[in-house]
């Protein structure tokens, strides 16, 4: 897709909108993830990144809090951009809980003690 910019507008010094500088490297998204407890150098690769992740969370599900987390970053992101709303780490973290209980609701095998506490927390 062409568009006149492809800066992210959220990012203090206008980096290139890519996966790395959205989801990881943005203070906003660092704040977020902050939130459930996640912290990691912005100087490793998004594979690693994840991988830090997966270790810190210690649940076979991990995949789908990371999924969640990054829709509810851009659904903040284009909030801002789209309708004129500050991002709100507040806002993200009860979004993402709401989303997340319906996860564990659905799954069937999954225990509510082996959920991190972070994410469970009110």
């Known amino acids: 897709m062409h568009l006149d910019s492809y800066v992210c507008e959220l990012y203090i010094f206008q980096k290139e909108e890519i996966l790395h500088n959205l989801f990881i490297k943005c203070n906003f998204a660092k704040a977020c993830w902050q939130t459930i407890g996640i912290s990691y150098p912005h100087t490793l690769s998004h594979f690693r990144i994840?991988?830090?992740?997966?270790?810190?969370?210690?649940?076979?599900?991990?995949?789908?809090?990371?999924?969640?987390?990054?829709?509810?970053?851009?659904?903040?992101?284009?909030?801002?951009?789209?309708?004129?709303?500050?991002?709100?780490?507040?806002?993200?973290?009860?979004?993402?809980?709401?989303?997340?209980?319906?996860?564990?609701?659905?799954?069937?095998?999954i225990s509510i003690n082996s959920v991190p506490y972070l994410i469970c927390k009110q």
């Not at 309708?83 to 069937?108: C, G, Q, T, Y």
């Open 50 to 109: 994840i991988k830090r992740i997966k270790n810190s969370l210690q649940v076979p599900f991990y995949m789908e809090i990371i999924i969640i987390i990054s829709w509810y970053i851009w659904k903040q992101m284009n909030g801002w951009l789209f309708n004129n709303e500050d991002p709100s780490v507040h806002e993200f973290f009860r979004a993402f809980k709401m989303e997340f209980s319906l996860v564990i609701h659905r799954a069937k095998n």
